[in-house]
C-alpha cells in the first residue's frame, strides 16, 4: 500500500507548473555534453509516459528513434539522431502546459520545450542554421520589402502561380502548396490611426506585429474601431521591431536580445505614459509576457513593459467586467467554428475571446483546443508541411462537422493553415473582425 501511494506521488501533482529562468548565459548551457546526459534524462521519463504523443511531430519522432534502436531504449539512440526531435519542435508549450505530469515543481523538473530551445540555441552556435530558414525568420526585412507598391501586388500574384510554387519549392524549399502570406502596399503603421479620449480610463498602444503591419493592417483598423466605439484612447506604435519570436525558435538569442532592446526604449515611453500595450498574434504577446522574462530576468524596464502587455480579448474581458463594455451589437454571427491559439492557451487567461463573442446575441461558438501545427515557419516549409497539415487535421474534422457559418482563430497565420487544410473552401474571419461586424462599424 505504502509502494503504490509513493508511485502515484511520483506521477505527477495538482500543483501550478512553475517556468524556471533560462539560465543561457551560463557556460554549461552550450556544453554538449552536459546536454546530451539531460536530453536522455528527459527522453527517457518521456518514453514511459507517452502522453503527449498527439500534440506535435516531436514526440513520434522521439518514441520511433527509441522503438527503432536496437535496445528499445533511449540508449540506442545516436546523440545527433535527436536533431531531428529538437527540429519538430515549434515551443507552443503545449506539452508543459497541459500534458506533462513531470513539470516542476514535481521532483524531475521537466521542460521539454525550453530543452529543445536549448537544443536550438546549440545548434544556432554551430552556424547550422540553413539560408532560408534564417530569410524566413527575418520578417522585419521581408516586410520592408515586399509591401512596396508595384513589388507586393507581383508577390502575391507570382504566389498564386504553379509553376513558380513548384520552381519556389525546389529552389528554396517553401512548399508549393503552403498558403503564403499576403503583401499590402499600405501598412497598418500608415494608415494614420490615433484616437484621443479625454476622459477614457484606459489607453491603448498596439503592436502592430510584423504580420498584421505588412500582410492583414485591416485587422488592426478593425481593433481600433472597436476601441473608438468603446471610447478608448488608442496610438500606432510606429518605430518598433519584431518581436523575436520567430528568431527564438532558429535559437539566435542574441539577435533575440538586440530586437528586445529596440522595441523596449519605444514600449516603455507608452508605458510611462500610462498605456496598456495590446498586439493581435498571441506569440507575440507570450513573448513580452514569458519568454523574454524568463530570459531577460533581471532587466527591470522589460519587467514594466511585460506587465502592460494584453491580448485583445483580454483587454475587451476588462472592460467587460468593469461593465464598461458597449454591448449594442445589431449583428449575429451564428456558428462561430474557433480554434485556440497554443500561445494564447499558454497565458493561462482563459477562453476570453469565446466569452467575448459569446456577447453577441444569436452567436454560438464551437472551440476546439487543439494545435494548429503553422507556427510561422514550420507549416511552410518544404520538409514539414505535410506534417503541418497532418497536425491540423482533428481540427478541420471538427470544423467540417459544425457546419459553421465562420471560422477563426486568434492567431491568423494558424486560421489560414486550417484554411488551407479546409481545401480552401472559406477565407477565416479574424474574432477582431468578427466583433467589428457584430457592432455594425461600416469599413
Aim: aromatic fraction near 10%; proline fraction near 4%.
Amino acid at each position: 500500500m505504502i509502494d503504490s501511494i509513493a508511485k502515484a506521488s511520483s506521477e505527477g501533482g495538482l500543483e501550478k507548473p512553475t517556468r524556471h529562468i533560462i539560465d543561457w548565459k551560463n557556460p554549461d548551457f552550450l556544453d554538449e555534453d552536459k546536454y546530451e546526459e539531460e536530453l536522455r534524462r528527459v527522453a527517457d521519463a518521456c518514453h514511459g509516459c507517452r502522453r503527449c504523443v498527439s500534440l506535435c511531430n516531436s514526440f513520434p519522432t522521439l518514441f520511433d528513434l527509441i522503438d527503432e534502436s536496437e535496445t528499445f531504449e533511449v540508449d540506442g539512440v545516436q546523440y545527433n539522431q535527436f536533431e531531428s526531435v529538437i527540429d519538430d519542435c515549434y515551443l507552443c508549450d503545449l506539452c508543459f502546459m497541459t500534458k506533462c505530469p513531470y513539470v516542476p515543481p514535481h521532483e524531475w523538473e521537466i521542460d521539454f520545450p525550453h530543452l529543445m530551445l536549448r537544443g536550438k540555441v546549440i545548434k544556432n552556435s554551430k552556424n547550422k542554421i540553413s539560408f532560408r530558414d534564417k530569410v524566413l525568420t527575418s520578417t522585419d526585412k521581408l516586410g520592408q520589402i515586399f509591401s512596396r507598391k508595384v513589388i507586393s501586388s507581383l508577390v502575391n500574384i507570382f504566389n498564386k502561380v504553379k509553376l513558380f510554387r513548384k520552381v519556389l519549392s525546389k529552389l528554396f524549399g517553401i512548399h508549393e502548396n503552403a498558403k503564403l502570406p499576403q503583401f499590402v502596399s499600405k501598412t497598418a503603421k500608415q494608415l494614420g490611426l490615433s484616437n484621443q479620449v479625454s476622459d477614457s480610463k484606459y489607453k491603448i498602444a498596439i503592436f502592430t506585429t510584423c504580420y498584421h503591419n505588412y500582410n492583414e493592417p485591416g485587422v488592426i483598423k478593425d481593433f481600433y474601431d472597436i476601441l473608438k466605439h468603446n471610447n478608448i484612447t488608442v496610438e500606432i506604435i510606429k518605430d518598433d521591431n519584431c518581436c523575436g519570436m520567430p528568431k527564438l525558435e532558429l535559437g539566435d538569442i542574441e539577435l533575440v536580445e538586440k530586437m528586445m532592446n529596440k522595441n523596449l526604449s519605444k514600449f516603455k515611453k507608452y508605458v510611462d505614459d500610462g498605456y496598456l500595450l495590446v498586439a493581435p498574434i498571441p506569440s507575440c504577446v507570450l513573448m513580452y509576457k514569458q519568454e523574454l522574462p524568463l530570459l531577460f530576468p533581471e532587466n527591470k524596464e522589460l519587467s514594466l513593459v511585460s506587465k502592460a502587455f494584453r491580448d485583445p480579448f483580454e483587454f475587451l474581458n476588462l472592460l467587460n467586467n468593469e461593465g464598461t463594455l458597449n454591448k449594442d451589437f445589431d449583428t449575429e454571427l451564428g456558428d462561430v467554428s474557433y480554434q485556440v491559439a497554443c500561445h494564447q492557451r499558454v497565458q493561462n487567461i482563459g477562453m476570453l475571446t469565446k466569452k467575448i463573442l459569446e456577447l453577441v446575441p444569436g452567436t454560438t461558438v464551437n472551440a476546439i483546443e487543439r494545435c494548429s501545427g503553422h507556427d510561422g515557419t514550420y507549416g511552410v516549409k518544404a520538409e514539414t508541411h505535410e506534417i503541418a497539415i497532418k497536425i491540423a487535421k482533428p481540427i478541420t474534422k471538427v470544423f467540417k462537422e459544425s457546419k459553421f457559418d465562420s471560422f477563426t482563430s486568434d492567431c491568423s497565420l494558424a486560421a489560414h493553415h486550417i484554411e488551407n487544410s479546409l481545401g480552401n473552401m472559406q477565407a477565416p474571419e479574424h474574432p477582431i473582425s468578427l466583433i467589428k461586424k457584430a457592432y455594425g462599424i461600416k469599413k
